[in-house]
């Protein structure tokens, strides 16, 4: 079966000639379900919630190029249909469960339509960051990769008091950069989510190996969740953003 509709593809790049050392990236940008899968089942109110995509990552992610001037890759299908964020042996690639709420159209899936959704979705992704990067490096670019996520403040019953996440494995120049960026906020290391729980897989799969600088922002979405506040956090993660790549400049 075909996912991704003739002449579409999977992702969009945004400012894909911007001459920012950074490299963003939105994994979980849309809540979009292509037809022919009949809204895996699910309510338009639950495409709506965190559990179809990441609420105004995606705003956030766009202004944020824009005032950095950096290249930005967003995927355009709901992270439930694929997560790029995660390989295809992970089960929450393609969730048949969602924090509490059952996805239909993801339970008892074939192998064959499994891997319709690992070709046309998850490889082209990847792929095209992959070539990116590679072009980056002929260039000789400094290259930092960033992606932006966004989660909820409460998760299955429980509320979590953590604002801003900065999320590394295995690389925390960044991280601990931008860490005492926002003293009005609750910023944490690794929270809400970290490298157990299996967030890492593209910082893992595109910049470790390239010893590139790498950072995933995990903003609460009650944050960002007005045009307005995108505007806001864009802003705000532009300033240390930019003062991290003058330092990262210097010791490279």
Same mark, same amino acid.
């Given at each position: ?13 945004? %400012? ?34 965190? $559990? ?32 790029? %964020? ?20 993801? $339970? ?81 290391? %690794? ?29 609460? %979405? ?31």
């Amino acid at each position: 079966m075909q996912i991704v509709p003739p002449g579409e593809t999977c992702f969009e790049w945004i %400012n894909e000639q911007g001459q920012s050392p950074f490299v963003l990236v939105c994994e979980h940008a849309s809540n979009h379900v292509p037809a022919g899968l009949s809204s895996l089942g699910l309510s338009e109110a639950d495409l709506k919630r965190h $559990i179809a995509f990441d609420i105004g990552a995606a705003g956030t992610a766009r202004l944020l190029s824009k005032l950095l001037d950096a290249p930005l890759i967003v995927q355009r299908f709901s992270r439930l249909i694929y997560d790029c %964020n995660r390989s295809p042996e992970q089960p929450v690639a393609m969730p048949e469960l969602s924090e509490t709420t059952a996805i239909p159209g993801n $339970i008892n899936l074939a192998v064959e339509s499994r891997m319709a959704r690992v070709n046309e979705i998850y490889r082209p992704f990847h792929h095209a960051l992959e070539q990116f990067l590679d072009l980056r490096a002929v260039q000789h670019k400094k290259t930092s990769l960033v992606s932006i996520h966004s989660f909820t403040r409460i998760y299955k019953g429980k509320p979590r008091s953590v604002d801003v996440g900065l999320l590394f494995d295995r690389d925390p120049m960044l991280a601990n950069l931008l860490i005492k960026s926002f003293p009005d906020m609750k910023t944490q290391l %690794n929270e809400p989510y970290g490298p157990k729980d299996g967030v890492m897989h593209l910082m893992n799969l595109h910049a470790a190996p390239r010893g590139l600088h790498h950072l995933m922002v995990e903003i609460c %979405n009650d944050l960002i969740d007005t045009e307005r506040n995108q505007q806001l956090w864009a802003q705000r993660l532009s300033v240390p953003l930019q003062q991290a790549a003058a330092k990262l400049g210097e010791t490279r």
